[in-house]
Nanobody, 109 residues
Framework: QVQLVESGGGLVQAGGSLRLSCAAS????????MGWYRQAPGKQRELVAS??MYADSVKGRFTISRDNAKNTVYLQMNSLKPEDTAVYYC????????WGRGTQVTVSS
């Protein structure tokens, strides 16, 4: 079974940056199709970045990357805004893997 562990979140001021990491372990064959999701309080979880798309709200500010040797996917987040505050998760585009605990990102104004 695949296990996903997200890390790198924290409290940052508006305009700041964070880099999130998602370490995948278990029976995962490839990082192809992996993406980053987020869930803000009172809202549904949404896909914000993958290798084929970025949500309009993060386009030009967030960048997804990966290290296949480490089985890790990253999300570089720049020019953070208060509306980016959410719990961030990684998963494949079809959400096939069990969800990790996520990592909290809080952006203060």
């Amino acid at each position: 079974q695949v296990q996903l562990v997200e890390s790198g979140g924290g409290l940052v001021q508006a305009g700041g940056s964070l880099r999130l990491s998602c370490a995948a372990s278990g029976s995962i064959r490839s990082l192809n199709g992996m993406g980053w999701y987020r869930q803000a309080p009172g809202k549904q979880r949404e896909l914000v970045a993958s290798y084929t798309m970025y949500a309009d709200s993060v386009k030009g500010r967030f960048t997804i990357s990966r290290d296949n040797a480490k089985n890790t996917v990253y999300l570089q987040m720049n020019s953070l805004k208060p509306e980016d505050t959410a719990v961030y998760y990684c998963n494949r585009w079809d959400e096939i893997y069990p969800w990790g605990r996520g990592t909290q990102v809080t952006v203060s104004s």
